[in-house]
């Protein structure tokens, strides 16, 4: 988390330099060779795109920052994962309906997000990728782990709220081992964010050390 936040101050920090800065000079040309994407790149960005439109389309997440989301929760114009249980619930269903819909979307979400894993551990030094992660692939992943995190708090408050409504309702169930699978594809896309970044950070650093005219 730190290097990502270091490498965004960075990235913010030069562009308010001076046009004729060598450190300006070297991000933009690292932004000119990030024009083509090879394969698997565009393999990553489609699946990331599909994973954040499947969350949207789904309910599962707004997709807005969390301190976008943060600041309507505490103005009291927004709960987590309330649009998510309105649909839930419009029908009227019964709660072991609602047990295994919410069941099936976890499952659902946490079988994509190991799909994106996949192709962006590919991309890290450490699973033998042959170049350095380009700066889209870490913007990119971190739109998923934003999409991702509001899912699983989404799903917590579903069941949150049907303890609330029926007592009864989890007493087959253990929301925490229902949850476990999406909490262990949300940890591993954390620390490949952390990867990507690492891995971003130290080819822009070897830039910023090389000698120019």
């Known amino acids: 988390m730190l290097l990502r936040r270091f490498f965004v101050g960075l990235a913010v920090g030069s562009a308010f330099l001076s046009s004729g800065c060598a450190t300006v000079a070297v991000l933009e040309t690292v932004a000119e060779t990030e024009i083509q994407l090879s394969k698997p790149q565009s393999e990553l960005h489609?699946?990331?795109?599909?994973?954040c439109e499947t969350s949207r389309d789904s309910r599962w997440a707004s997709g807005e920052s969390n301190f976008s989301t943060l600041?309507?929760?505490?103005?009291?114009t927004n709960e987590i994962g309330e649009e998510y249980w309105t649909?839930?619930?419009?029908?009227?269903?019964?709660?072991?309906?609602i047990v295994e819909?919410?069941?099936?979307?976890?499952?659902?979400?946490a079988g994509h997000l190991n799909d994106v894993n996949a192709l962006a551990q590919a991309l890290l030094p450490s699973h033998g990728a042959d170049r350095k992660p380009r700066n889209a692939d870490v913007r990119e992943f971190e739109r998923v782990l934003i999409h991702a995190g509001q899912?699983?708090?989404?799903?917590?408050?579903s069941f949150l709220k049907l303890k609330q409504t029926d007592r009864a309702a989890l007493e087959d169930i253990n929301p925490v081992e229902?949850?476990?699978?999406?909490?262990?594809?949300?940890?591993?896309?954390?620390?490949i964010a952390d990867g990507l970044a690492a891995a971003r950070m130290s080819e822009v650093l070897a830039l910023l050390e090389e000698p120019t005219s």
Do not use: N, Y
């Open 71 to 76: 600041m309507k929760i505490w103005g009291g």
């Open 87 to 97: 649909h839930l619930t419009a029908f009227e269903p019964t709660s072991s309906e």
């Open 151 to 157: 899912a699983r708090e989404t799903f917590a408050a």
């Open 46 to 51: 489609k699946a990331t795109a599909a994973f």
């Open 101 to 109: 819909q919410v069941s099936f979307d976890v499952t659902r979400a």
């Open 178 to 191: 229902v949850l476990k699978p999406l909490d262990e594809s949300l940890e591993l896309a954390r620390l």
